[in-house]
C-alpha cells in the first residue's frame, strides 16, 4: 500500500541519499530533528547521539569523501502513527585518493532510517546503516 | 531523565535478550507487533520483514545457538510519542560446538530497538543489529 504519506516519507528518505551524495551539510543537518536524542550508527561504527556530533560525524566523513553514488534497492516505508521507517538496501559506489582513474569501490549496507512527523514535514530520528557480509541471515 | 515509561522501556528490552538467551520461542514471539511490516536485522545479513519471517529466523538461530548471554552497556532510551527507540552496546558470549570447553567467543554489536505502545504494553517493531568492527566512525 503506498498512500500519500508514504511517498512524502520515502521522498524525504531520498533527500537524506541526495544530501550526502552533494556533501550538503546544510542540507544534512535540515534533515534531522534538532535534539539530543537523534542516533547514528555508521557502518561498523558506535552510535554517535545528539544532532551536534551527527552534524560533526557528517561534516568529518563528506570531507573525506570526493565521491559517492547510492541506487537504493529494496525500499519498503512503513507508518506507526507520527513515526515512519525506511529501510533500504544501500549500493554504494565511491571513490577517493586510493582509486584508480575511471574506476571505483562498490559496497552494499542495510540502513533503517526512521523519520518522526513535525509539522508538515519528516525529520530524521534513527539512521542505523550496517554492513552487509552475507546474503544468509546471521545470529545477534 | 529516566520516568517511569522510560524504565517500562528498558525493561521490554531486557525481556527481549532474555528470551533470546533462554532460547524462548514463544517469549520472542510474543515481544514483537504481529504485523507484515516488522523489521529485523541480524548484524551483516540483509533485513527480515514481517513477523512470520522473524520468527522462522529467531527459530534458526535458537536451533544453533547452545549458549548465548548478552552485557548491555550504554543503553539509552528515547520516546517520540507511542513510539520508544533503545539503542545498546551488545556485549556478547556465545560458545558452540567448535568452542572448547569452558570457554566462549566474544563479540560486540550496535543494536536499535524500536518499540511501539499497544495497550499497556510496548512491542517491538525494529530490531537492527549490527557488528562493531572498529571504535572510530565509520562513513555510509
Do not use: K, R, T, V
Given at each position: 500500500m503506498s498512500t500519500p504519506e508514504h511517498q512524502a516519507v520515502e521522498a524525504r528518505n531520498a533527500e537524506f541519499y541526495a544530501a550526502f551524495e552533494s556533501g550538503d551539510l546544510d542540507a544534512m543537518t535540515a534533515i534531522w530533528?534538532?535534539?539530543?536524542?537523534t542516533l547514528c550508527v555508521h557502518p561498523g561504527a558506535l552510535p554517535v547521539r545528539g544532532t551536534g556530533a551527527i552534524n560533526r560525524s557528517w561534516a568529518l566523513i563528506m570531507a573525506n569523501t570526493p565521491y559517492i553514488q547510492f541506487f537504493l534497492t529494496d525500499v519498503e516505508v512503513s507508518l506507526q502513527g507520527d513515526v515512519a521507517s525506511v529501510t533500504c538496501t544501500e549500493n554504494v559506489l565511491t571513490a577517493d585518493e586510493s582509486t584508480d582513474d575511471g574506476s571505483f569501490n562498490g559496497a552494499k549496507a542495510v540502513a533503517t532510517n526512521v523519520f518522526v512527523r513535525t509539522g508538515d514535514t519528516w525529520r530524521l530520528w534513527i539512521h542505523h546503516a550496517s554492513p552487509v557480509m552475507s546474503d544468509e541471515h546471521h545470529e545477534d
Open positions: 530533528l534538532d535534539d539530543a536524542q
